[in-house]
């Protein structure tokens, strides 16, 4: 079974996903939103043979360049934002702050559909779920799901910025998270982990799902 360490980083706390294999030693990272030291702490003893990317705001790629140094891992991204990850004003680091411009190297893995891929060894579903960005990407793996700043604990992701469509978010959880089975677990870009069944339960923004 694969091993989940959550690591909070950077200034917008952005929960970095470090899943390691214990038998093989690799290890893969989900959003490595700033190259805080912890994460190489994390992935001692193990090769990081993989970086995922939900989406390309900076606050989910700015430690990208650092563990790229030191592994050089495969880094997946959904191709509308490849792009981004060079792109200080699409990535909104521009616009957070002129003077720090975050950027990534290029991403090697560059998703263009909704398909299984293989990760350290296991089947791992790859869902394109846009609304927060137009490339934003869900990754099922191990009956976990990795669903960056689709949806949180009790909300849903923004889309005030230049690339987001509240509409399209909703449709995105409607088809690719209320489908999955209830007790899958749901692992966030930022705050606590939650589950299918607790979010529609829970969740205030369900009942907007009516109206779709
Ligand atoms: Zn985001
Ligand atoms: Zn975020």
Not at 76 to 103: F, G, K, M, Y
């Amino acid at each position: 079974m694969l091993h989940v360490n959550a690591i909070a980083v950077g200034d917008l706390a952005t929960n970095c996903y470090v899943l390691t294999d214990t038998e093989t030693r690799n290890a893969a990272v989900i959003d490595p939103g700033a190259p805080d030291d912890r994460l190489v702490t994390a992935l001692k003893g193990y090769k990081l043979t993989d970086i995922l990317l939900t989406h390309a705001h900076f606050d989910h790629i700015g430690g990208v360049g650092l563990l790229a140094d030191i592994f050089t891992p495969q880094i997946w991204i959904h191709e509308l934002e490849a792009a981004w990850l060079n792109d200080p004003e699409r990535n909104l680091s521009a616009w957070v702050s002129p003077l720090a411009h975050v950027t990534a190297p290029p991403a090697t893995v560059i998703i263009k559909e909704h398909r299984t891929y293989t990760l350290l060894g296991r089947d791992l579903y790859v869902k394109h779920t846009p609304g927060h960005t137009p490339g934003h990407l869900v990754y099922y793996i191990e009956d976990k799901a990795f669903v960056g700043d689709l949806i949180f604990c009790g909300s849903v992701g923004r889309t005030d910025f230049p690339d987001g469509d509240h509409q399209t978010l909703l449709r995105s959880i409607k088809a690719e998270i209320l489908s999955l089975p209830k007790q899958t677990p749901l692992y966030p870009g930022h705050g606590p982990a939650t589950t299918v069944d607790t979010e529609k339960t829970h969740n205030p923004f369900m009942q907007q799902m009516d109206t779709l």
